[in-house]
């Protein structure tokens, strides 16, 4: 039903704040308000360090919700009440148990092995324990994330990282699970996991690196605005249009003249 909202007044009002989603956002001016917030890092001269910020605005329904763990479990109990929440009725369970239909193959997981499809904005697999549903997202800024519930024992868990790439929330939700199903780890999941995010990004972040190390020399001055001037545009994002007042550039993009500066 068509509301005359944006996504991020629907998501709050009909999702976050019902749950009591209290430190979740879809904004990313909320985010950067809160005085407890992580810092998202990437590798860099051996260490650590916050060399990006992210601004998700423009995919905040794809991938711009900040949250905390203690918020995300109370979403998680919703997945897992197949759509009740504190005993109540909130989102139709057919409709809900619709996401998480295995709608084509994925092959298999390339760590555990397990049997792996994709549906509807979930992966659903078939493994060690069974059936379970989850996801995974990972920024180059520095975000690596993990959600994963096993629906027929009620159990569900939540990773949250600010470093990429890292295999850490799989091989934490992995030997959790171990823990839980079998009383024991069975192997170094971090590890393994740790390996297949290198063989990944590893080699792109080395060459991007070598590439874009050292600035260029002698650098190059910016021209004067106006030399910016004029219609850009390609076959994938559509006629760009850059205008100047002064020193100031507005570039003008999209079907409804979607403007930054």
């Given at each position: 039903?068509?509301?005359?909202?944006?996504?991020?007044?629907?998501?709050?009002?009909?999702?976050?704040?019902?749950?009591?989603?209290?430190?979740?956002?879809?904004?990313?001016?909320?985010?950067?308000?809160?005085?407890?917030?992580?810092?998202?890092?990437?590798?860099?001269?051996g260490g650590w360090a916050a060399l990006a910020t992210r601004e998700p605005d423009a995919q905040a329904p794809a991938g711009g919700v900040s949250a905390s763990v203690r918020d995300l479990a109370q979403w998680l109990r919703l997945e897992l009440g197949t759509g009740d929440w504190e005993g109540a009725p909130f989102i139709d369970p057919g409709a809900?148990?619709?996401?998480?239909?295995?709608?084509?193959?994925?092959?298999?997981?390339?760590?555990?092995?397990?049997?792996?499809?994709?549906?509807?904005?979930?992966?659903?697999?078939?493994?060690?324990?069974?059936?379970?549903?989850?996801?995974?997202?990972?920024?180059?800024?520095?975000?690596?994330?993990?959600?994963?519930?096993?629906?027929?024992?009620?159990?569900?868990?939540?990773?949250?990282?600010?470093?990429?790439?890292?295999?850490?929330?799989?091989?934490?939700?992995?030997?959790?699970?171990?823990?839980?199903?079998?009383?024991?780890?069975?192997?170094?999941?971090?590890?393994?996991?740790?390996?297949?995010?290198?063989?990944?990004?590893?080699?792109?972040?080395?060459?991007?690196?070598?590439?874009?190390?050292?600035?260029?020399?002698?650098?190059?001055?910016?021209?004067?605005?106006?030399?910016?001037?004029?219609?850009?545009?390609?076959?994938?994002?559509?006629?760009?249009?850059?205008?100047?007042?002064?020193?100031?550039?507005?570039?003008?993009?999209?079907?409804?003249?979607?403007?930054?500066?």
């Amino acid at each position: 039903m068509p509301t005359g909202q944006s996504w991020e007044e629907v998501a709050e009002e009909r999702l976050y704040r019902p749950l009591g989603m209290a430190a979740t956002s879809s904004r990313h001016s909320d985010f950067v308000a809160r005085p407890n917030r992580a810092t998202l890092h990437v590798p860099s001269q051996g260490g650590w360090a916050a060399l990006a910020t992210r601004e998700p605005d423009a995919q905040a329904p794809a991938g711009g919700v900040s949250a905390s763990v203690r918020d995300l479990a109370q979403w998680l109990r919703l997945e897992l009440g197949t759509g009740d929440w504190e005993g109540a009725p909130f989102i139709d369970p057919g409709a809900l148990a619709a996401t998480h239909e295995p709608l084509f193959s994925r092959g298999t997981n390339p760590v555990s092995g397990a049997a792996s499809f994709y549906g509807r904005g979930w992966n659903a697999e078939f493994g060690r324990h069974g059936r379970s549903w989850g996801h995974a997202g990972a920024f180059s800024t520095g975000a690596r994330t993990l959600v994963t519930l096993y629906p027929d024992a009620g159990l569900g868990i939540v990773v949250l990282t600010n470093a990429f790439p890292t295999g850490v929330p799989e091989g934490i939700a992995d030997s959790f699970f171990d823990l839980v199903f079998d009383g024991s780890v069975s192997k170094d999941w971090v590890a393994d996991w740790d390996g297949m995010y290198s063989s990944l990004f590893g080699p792109a972040i080395a060459a991007a690196r070598a590439t874009y190390a050292s600035p260029p020399q002698p650098p190059t001055a910016a021209l004067p605005a106006a030399s910016y001037v004029g219609s850009y545009g390609n076959d994938y994002v559509g006629e760009a249009t850059v205008t100047a007042d002064g020193e100031t550039l507005t570039v003008r993009l999209g079907p409804d003249g979607v403007t930054a500066r």
